[in-house]
């Protein structure tokens, strides 16, 4: 039975919350007195949908339950996880944990997305002060994996340990902020940019879309993926930062900033900022904004996670930890075709056609020929003796079309393994089972420090011979030892 996690608050973050929760495998009852509340969610839920799917490869939880609840009560109960996300207001959040203590199990976790308050300030009079942490994460929090988790003296080590274990499990990457403050850590930083860039506007400096070109076109691209002391550790040079503090450190006495001020809001520079940022990007609804903006992250964390870096590293290992250990001759069925490749068609797959571009055919036909080399023991192991397969010619037919966030299935039939030869051939399918393209391949086993070919080696050579006695007692498919454009007998 899947766990349940309450979101009270369906605005923006709440919503996102509640995505994050429901495609990691949760029930989700949300409660929210706006009558617009179902819609606003919905919205937030389509985007969720179209993007958070391809941060993780491979099989996805089952989705949860999505409800809604007319009352406070009612979204609580039974569950293991609660998720405040009302106005920026204390008295009204005070209100709000009365109400949900006298409703929630005593073993509940309520997490609040405040922005600016601690978790001392929230835990006033509560009936039950340690169930109250900070849990503040960031837009879009779909797609987004860090949330500051901050704790009070009353919150013992267990539930900050079961916060970042739930957490984790959804994907997302609690960072225990150890003391208390106004705004936590990001927020704060943000605030500081934020200030100057209010005063720019307002002296005239700079427009809105000038100071977004400028974090957008340069440090905005090194912060995803080296952040402020990491970047400056590299522009210290082989001194590192040390040298870079002992260079720009007296720049700090210079009265470059203004951060212990800010300008006045009047109703001029409002309306100032609200034109600029108009002109800036007004062509577009704020839903299209957020569409284009979930995209581009989505590109951004894939790139890192290819290079095992910053959100990228974290996402992978996720991915690992979730990963079924790797099959042994002994798990599978070697008698009938094998099922050991799985996966979804990535957005960046897709072509100017809208579908599944010829490359990725064959990246796909290849993590399916690994799979059965890592289930005949070709491993790290076998590899760094020096010994290893090499793809000589392949054929493949493409039959029907894949789209993005399709999921999809390969087959693999191993024809013959004698010698240094080894030929095989794939079926991928849809999720309905329909085969849509087929490959026949032909590898030559190679002593890579000797740049020749050569017979395997113990295991592989083994666990190949097994197989191959195994699958010879199978039909060979009709589409294999065929030329291009050859029919097969059958069609």
């Known amino acids: 039975m899947a766990q349940k996690a309450a979101i009270i608050g369906g605005g923006v973050i709440g919503g996102g919350w509640a995505a994050r929760f429901l495609l990691a495998g949760w029930d989700v009852c949300i409660f929210d007195p706006d009558p617009e509340a179902a819609r606003k969610i919905s919205e937030v839920m389509a985007n969720a949908k179209k993007a958070a799917p391809f941060l993780l490869d491979g099989p996805q939880p089952t989705e949860g339950n999505l409800s809604f609840a007319d009352s406070l009560a009612e979204a609580v109960k039974d569950a293991a996880w609660i998720q405040e996300s009302v106005p920026e207001r204390l008295a009204m959040k005070h209100a709000v944990y009365q109400d949900i203590q006298a409703a929630c199990a005593a073993e509940a976790l309520i997490g609040s997305s405040t922005s600016g308050f601690t978790p001392t300030q929230l835990q006033e009079g509560a009936a039950n002060p340690s169930q109250i942490v900070v849990t503040h994460p960031y837009n879009p929090v ?3 994996p860090l949330v500051e988790l901050v704790a009070s003296p009353a919150t013992s080590a267990d539930q900050i340990a079961r916060a970042k274990t739930i957490l984790s499990s959804i994907a997302m990457k609690p960072v225990h902020i150890k003391g208390e403050i106004d705004a936590h850590v990001g927020d704060r930083l943000l605030e500081a940019v934020w200030r100057e860039a209010l005063w720019l506007i307002n002296d005239d400096i700079a427009t809105t879309d000038v100071i977004d070109d400028i974090i957008t ?8 993926q080296m952040g402020l002391f990491e970047t400056y550790r590299v522009a210290g040079g082989e001194a590192g930062m040390r040298h870079f503090i002992s260079q720009f450190g007296p720049a700090l006495a210079w009265p470059w900033t203004k951060l212990m001020d800010v300008p006045e809001m009047t109703d001029e520079l409002i309306d100032k900022i609200a034109s600029q940022s108009d002109a ?6 704020i839903r299209e904004l957020e569409a284009i903006r979930d995209k581009n992250l989505l590109g951004f964390i894939r790139l890192l996670k290819q290079h095992h870096w910053g959100a990228g590293a974290f996402l992978n290992e996720v991915e690992a930890s979730r990963a079924p250990a790797n099959p042994t001759l002994d798990d599978v069925d070697v ?5 050991l490749h799985e996966g979804r068609v990535q957005p960046e797959w897709i072509d ?3 579908h599944m571009t010829e490359h990725r055919y064959g990246q796909v036909f290849g993590e399916a020929t690994d799979a059965l080399l890592a289930l005949a023991g070709m491993d790290e192991a076998y590899l760094a003796r020096g010994y290893s397969y090499f793809t000589v010619e392949t054929h493949i037919r493409h039959l029907q079309e894949l789209s993005q966030g399709d999921d999809f299935t390969v087959r693999t039939q191993l024809l ?5 030869k080894l030929t095989l051939c794939h079926e991928l399918r849809n999720d309905e089972g329909v085969v849509v393209a087929t490959s026949e391949h032909l590898l030559l086993h190679v ?4 740049s020749k070919s050569c017979e395997p080696q113990a295991p592989v050579a083994e666990a190949m011979a097994r197989l191959h006695e195994a699958q010879s007692q199978l039909p060979a498919p009709d589409f294999c030892g065929r030329a291009v454009g050859m029919r097969p007998a059958s069609s």
């Not at 076109?217 to 995803?224: P, Y």
């Not at 002593?447 to 000797?450: L, R």
């Open 142 to 144: 779909y797609l987004l």
């Open 447 to 450: 002593n890579s420090q000797e």
């Open 335 to 339: 008698t009938a075709p094998l099922q």
């Open 280 to 285: 800036q990007s007004g062509a577009y609804s």
């Open 352 to 354: 100017y056609n809208g």
């Open 416 to 420: 013959s393994a004698t010698g240094k």
């Open 217 to 224: 076109h340069s440090f905005g691209m090194r912060w995803a």
